[in-house]
């Protein structure tokens, strides 16, 4: 399984930024894809989760302004943010699993399998 994540870029506070992952390779109907993310000097976190069955998870400082989407037709899990701030600046990661996991793992990183390369997002003040 490959992932490809693109999107990234320079973007001010408030603005809005897209970002795609592509899932190639080995691929199953029960597959979650998550995004994380990883600022300068601190450890990956958790952004955004999406099951086979559509289910959404989103950590705290996220909900409402992320919006995580599936096109299944082209293996292909987008990530909307909107309302950036500074803080969101940071490396971000999409990964993937084609294990069925509960929906308490999808907040982990050792729940994924497979990880894309990352692309930086910054968001300027």
């Known amino acids: 399984v490959q992932l490809q994540a693109s999107g990234g870029g320079l973007v001010q506070a408030g603005g809005s930024v897209r970002l795609s992952c592509a899932v190639s390779?080995?691929?199953?109907?029960?597959?979650?894809t998550g995004w994380f993310r990883q600022a300068p000097g601190k450890e990956r976190e958790f952004v955004a989760g999406i099951r086979w069955d559509r289910s959404t998870y989103y950590a705290d400082s996220v909900k409402g302004r992320f919006t995580i989407s599936r096109e299944n037709a082209k293996n292909t899990v987008l990530l909307q943010m909107d309302s950036l701030k500074p803080e969101d600046t940071a490396v971000y990661y999409c990964?993937?699993?084609?294990?069925?996991?509960?929906?308490?793992?999808?907040?982990?990183?050792?729940?994924?399998?497979?990880w894309g390369q990352g692309t930086l997002v910054t968001v300027s003040s």
């Open positions: 990964a993937s699993t084609l294990r069925h996991i509960i929906s308490s793992n999808v907040y982990t990183s050792t729940a994924y399998d497979y």
């Open positions: 390779g080995r691929t199953s109907r029960t597959y979650t």
